[in-house]
Nanobody, 121 residues
Framework: VQLQASGGGLVQVGGSLRLSCAAS????????MGWFRQTPGKEREFVAA????????YYADSVKGRFTISRDNGKKTVYLQMNSLKPEDTAVYYC???????????????WGKGTQVTVSS
């Protein structure tokens, strides 16, 4: 499956952004989908994940209550709505797909190119 993330940009503290990740290739609905983020010198960290149907979602503690992951299997797209953004949310955000729920980089099977999110204070 091929993944393409978009929607990143520059936003002020407290603002919102919505990231999108469009998939092509194999059956999108067969995969758990996740969002990860990475800052220079650090490992890629888990942000959020969603199960195949969209009925189950999982979040890192650092984003719980502020970020919402969703998916549209008809459009083969997963979204990450980010509200109340903080400077520490600044990172390159990646979408990823896996056959099973993954919260660690090595558990994911496919990756898209990242999209930069910068939160300015």
């Amino acid at each position: 499956v091929q993944l393409q993330a978009s929607g990143g940009g520059l936003v002020q503290v407290g603002g919102s952004l919505r990231l999108s990740c469009a998939a092509s290739g194999s059956t999108f609905s067969s995969y758990f989908m996740g969002w990860f983020r990475q800052t220079p010198g650090k490992e890629r960290e888990f942000v959020a994940a969603i199960n195949r149907s969209g009925g189950g979602t999982y979040y890192a503690d650092s984003v719980k209550g502020r970020f919402t992951i969703s998916r549209d299997n008809g459009k083969k797209t997963v979204y990450l709505q980010m509200n109340s953004l903080k400077p520490e949310d600044t990172a390159v955000y990646y979408c990823a797909a896996s056959r099973w729920l993954g919260r660690v980089e090595t558990q994911m099977d496919y990756w898209g190119k990242g999209t930069q999110v910068t939160v300015s204070s």
